[in-house]
């Protein structure tokens, strides 16, 4: 069983283009998270929901929109692709009060023409 | 200046080496510090966390904080093929969540 898991696993797009990376997870987490890891694989945060609630929206352009239906899924919706958008966007979740405890999926690659 | 600095690497040692990774940070206020090992094309998997100072151990892996220098170490004693990963080290405050990661340090451990 899949504890985290992300849709679709490869994405390449052209610029301009919207496009959505789909996360869910199955462990009974109240928190979930969105990185973005560059080809250096530097690896930051994006943003954090908790139950539904925005909890951590880091310095991101506003292209960038997640959506969390309920504590189960988190969406990211990138409008307008520009090519420095292209790396990889991982899902993460956690219990709140186990922050330090973080679950990651496997990853969604974005390649941005 | 980044918050986290991690030994760049990569580091290459024969199988049943001791492996150490290192990070130093600037930010005091760094509470949870997390080592991470992420296999290539696959998301980032939690070895280790450690609450302020310290030692924690978990089977063949040591980590250590020591706050009054803002340095973190990850050990690795009888190092196998299976460990040839990168590393990441992660940090945060009160925010557990809220993690500033390293750059990674990417190991190979050949037979």
């Known amino acids: 069983d899949t504890a985290v898991s992300q849709t679709p696993k490869y994405l390449v797009t052209q610029m301009g283009n919207d496009k959505s990376i789909k996360c869910e997870q199955n462990?009974?987490?109240?928190?979930m998270y969105w990185y973005k890891q560059d080809s250096k694989k530097f690896l930051k945060i994006m943003f954090s929901?908790?139950?539904?609630?925005?909890?951590i929206n880091e310095t991101v352009p506003n292209r960038f929109s997640p959506k969390s239906p309920d504590k189960a899924h988190l969406n990211l919706h990138i409008n307008s692709l520009e090519l420095g958008d292209s790396a990889v966007y991982f899902c993460?979740?956690?219990?709140?009060?186990?922050?330090?405890?973080?679950?990651f999926g496997p990853g969604t690659r974005l390649l941005v023409l | 200046q980044k918050e986290v600095e991690q030994d760049p690497g990569p580091l290459s040692v024969p199988e049943g080496a001791i492996v150490s990774l290192n990070c130093t940070y600037s930010?005091?206020?760094?509470?949870?510090f997390m080592w991470y090992r992420q296999y290539s094309r696959k998301g980032p998997e939690l070895l280790m966390y450690?609450?302020?100072?310290g030692n924690k151990e978990d089977g063949r892996f040591t980590a250590q904080v020591d706050k009054s220098s803002k340095y973190i170490s990850l050990f690795i004693r009888d190092s196998q093929p299976s460990d040839s990963a990168t590393y990441l080290c992660a940090m945060s405050g009160t925010n557990a969540g809220k993690s500033t990661f390293g750059d990674g340090t990417t190991l190979t451990v050949k037979p």
């Open positions: 450690t609450y302020s100072s």
């Open positions: 929901y908790n139950n539904k609630e925005l909890i």
């Open positions: 930010n005091s206020a760094f509470q949870y």
């Open positions: 462990l009974g987490h109240d928190t």
């Open positions: 993460a979740s956690s219990q709140r009060s186990r922050a330090e405890t973080q679950y």
